[in-house]
């Protein structure tokens, strides 16, 4: 690893870290830390984005969540509690992640899993772009509504972002899981009121995959609701956490 998944800060709060969309970075949840004064925000920074830029993206999500895993320990590692917050394909790099923490034995295991807007591990995508010609894909990718405009209407931005983005939407849409394995943490679900990306039937799903406790929660607004009603989406985590 090049570069860092998370910031390191003094003190002992107990942390969410934060898992991002395809084709969106830390940079999405950076207003967040605002909300919480008693938890540490750590948003992941993933190679290909943002200040990792220069670094190839990962569309391996074995290899990236096994990176993640051993970057994150020395962040979970006082025994504090924490959280794991993932939205879209982040709920699958959220539930890879707990399960290497748990068939790992480590010792401090997730206090909560958040999976937002995300379909169980059974599932696949159905109607997959990743394979695309760039402009389809640019075109479907826009749809989502999770990558800045100024990236996809500019043809000089696009091709620099296009590896990371085929990158993300790759690892998303070609996941899925045949076997059920449970993680120990409680999961919270979140779905957007409009979602035409997923059903309440996937999203229910989740409740297999936990020895713990199971809820859900719709967020008023469509697959991206954690950028367009952030406000909700925040209560929803800080009831969760509490």
């Known amino acids: 690893m090049s570069g860092k998944y998370f910031e390191y800060k003094e003190g002992k709060k107990p942390k969410i870290f934060i898992f991002p969309f395809a084709g969106g970075g830390a940079s999405a949840f950076k207003d967040w830390q605002k909300e919480f004064k008693n938890i ?34 020395p962040h979970i590692s006082n025994g504090q509690p924490y959280y794991l917050f993932g939205h879209s394909l982040g709920t699958k790099v ?9 068939e790992s034995q480590y010792p401090y295991q997730p206090a ?32 989502f509504e999770g990558t800045p405009k100024i990236i996809l209407e500019n043809k000089n931005l696009l091709k620099f972002f296009m ?16 076997d ?6 409680p999961i919270l679900a979140l779905m ?8 309440l039937q996937e999203l229910l799903k989740w409740g297999e995959y936990t020895t713990g406790k199971f809820s859900y929660k719709y967020i008023s ?8 009603n952030r406000k909700a989406t925040i209560e929803a985590v800080k009831e969760f956490v509490k």
Do not use: W
């Open 112 to 143: 909560g899993v958040i999976v937002s807007a995300g379909k169980a591990p059974c599932f696949r995508e159905k109607k997959p772009i990743h394979y695309l010609n760039d402009s389809e894909f640019t075109k479907e990718v826009a749809r």
């Open 40 to 73: 540490e925000i750590q948003p992941a920074h993933y190679p290909g984005k943002e200040e990792r830029i220069k670094e190839s993206p990962i569309d391996n999500i074995d290899i990236l969540t096994r990176e993640i895993f051993y970057a994150i320990q």
């Open 180 to 185: 059920v394995k449970k993680i120990d943490s």
């Open 192 to 199: 957007g009121t409009e979602d035409p990306e997923l059903t």
């Open 94 to 102: 959220v539930y890879e992640l707990a399960l290497l923490l748990k």
């Open 221 to 228: 607004g469509a697959h991206m609701f954690v950028n367009t």
């Open 163 to 178: 590896p990371m983005l085929r990158a993300d939407f790759k690892m998303d849409e070609t996941y899925k899981k045949n």
